[in-house]
């Protein structure tokens, strides 16, 4: 069964710095992968996915996500943090018709 | 295009209560999901509509259920309501398949004392 775990459940970055959220997927064939966040008090807005059209995907935001079959990985990176960017980060993928989302990575930016 | 509506955002009820949420999917979307969301267990399917019918059903007690009308929009019931049912409850809508990118609404906020 496929589903997606999603490294450090809390990651801090300083403004400007690199962000990096983990993602790695188990599935014995290529799925679909998606990126989402939550700000405070909203849904899931859509960051980005991977359809298997193209490796490295780039989403809204700044943000992008490179495919690496070989690692099962699909990480979520943004060259240069901003503090609009704190917010709840999920990974997900398909799986029997419905989306599977990972546990959540808190995105903490330090001024 | 307006978005995906939950209502009400914010509820309180007592245990042994029943509610009724709302959702109003992105005009032309005919698959809603239903998702629970709470801190130790994250993000939890519930159930998918498409066309009225439920196609895709999580592992919840039969207490959750919900329905679809004709014009897609979707409601969910939770009947003899427990304090662990306190949750934050998400719908998503998307054009015809549940594992295709969904819009989310921005939630229902259900408390149960």
């Known amino acids: 069964a496929q589903s997606v775990t999603q490294l450090g459940s809390h990651v801090s970055v300083s403004e400007g710095a690199l962000v990096l959220l983990r993602c790695n997927y188990s599935?014995?064939?290529?799925?679909?992968l998606f990126w989402y966040v939550q700000y405070p008090n909203q849904g899931l807005q859509l960051l980005l996915k991977y359809t298997s059209a193209a490796t490295l995907v780039k989403g809204i935001n700044g943000f992008e996500a490179e495919f690496k079959k070989s690692e099962t990985s699909f990480h979520l990176t943004k060259p240069s943090a901003h503090m609009s960017d704190a917010a709840e980060y999920f990974c997900a993928v398909n799986r029997d018709d419905k989306i599977i989302f990972g546990k959540g990575t808190r995105l903490h930016i330090l001024p | 295009k307006a978005g995906v509506t939950q209502t009400p955002r914010y509820l309180i009820k007592t245990r042994g209560q029943q509610v009724t949420l709302s959702c109003s999917p992105i005009?032309?979307?005919?698959?809603v999901s239903w998702y629970q969301q709470t801190p130790g267990q994250g993000l939890q399917f519930l159930f998918e509509y498409f066309s009225e019918t439920q196609r895709n059903k999580g592992n919840f007690p039969g207490r959750f259920s919900g329905r679809q009308f004709s014009n897609s929009r979707s409601e969910m019931n939770v009947s003899t309501l427990e304090l662990g049912d306190s949750a934050l409850y998400l719908c998503a809508s998307s054009p015809d398949r549940g594992d295709q990118p969904q819009h989310f609404g921005d939630g229902t906020r259900l408390s149960i004392l």
């Open positions: 005009s032309g979307h005919r698959s």
């Open positions: 599935s014995s064939v290529p799925p679909y």
